[in-house]
């Protein structure tokens, strides 16, 4: 007599990485949230850790809408963890810098993020967090979307 069960499929890649993606994003979000953080003002405050950069370039560089990062700016300077000033060059433009409580900040987020990686990636040796690193640069590196953040 023949079986009728199904042998179960393994699961796709892509469902596996959104599934642990999910609980990674919800673990960060809410680890980032107890500093008034979320991941587009880390981006930016990481960014602007290289050195002030005029607000176009910050546009440019994190490859989102102005109205979108001028929301983040404004969070992150009501934070006191950047300043904006126009550009004496040009004064239609904006300066953005990082103020030492926005380093300080990075600093905080830094460890809170090794935290939740800790939680997260407990049951790999550091060869593999490693190797699982290079190779979600690497798709990340190859990734076609442009999404940024």
Not at 118 to 127: G, Y
């Amino acid at each position: 007599m023949a079986s009728t069960a199904r042998t179960a499929l393994p699961p796709q890649l892509g469902v596996l990485l959104a599934g642990r993606g999910a609980v990674a994003g919800a673990r960060v979000r809410t680890a980032l949230a107890a500093r008034g953080l979320t991941m587009r003002s880390v981006f930016t405050l990481t960014h602007l850790a290289d050195g002030p950069v005029n607000q176009q370039a910050l546009i440019d560089l994190l490859g989102v809408d102005p109205s979108a990062l001028v929301a983040v700016l404004n969070e992150l300077e009501a934070l006191g963890l950047l300043n904006r000033q126009r550009d004496t060059a040009d004064r239609r433009r904006h300066i953005v810098t990082i103020t030492p409580e926005g380093i300080r900040t990075l600093a905080d987020v830094d460890a809170i993020l090794g935290g939740a990686d800790d939680d997260l990636f407990a049951a790999l040796s550091t060869e593999e967090r490693r190797q699982l690193e290079r190779l979600l640069e690497k798709v990340a590196d190859t990734d076609s979307c442009g999404d940024k953040y």
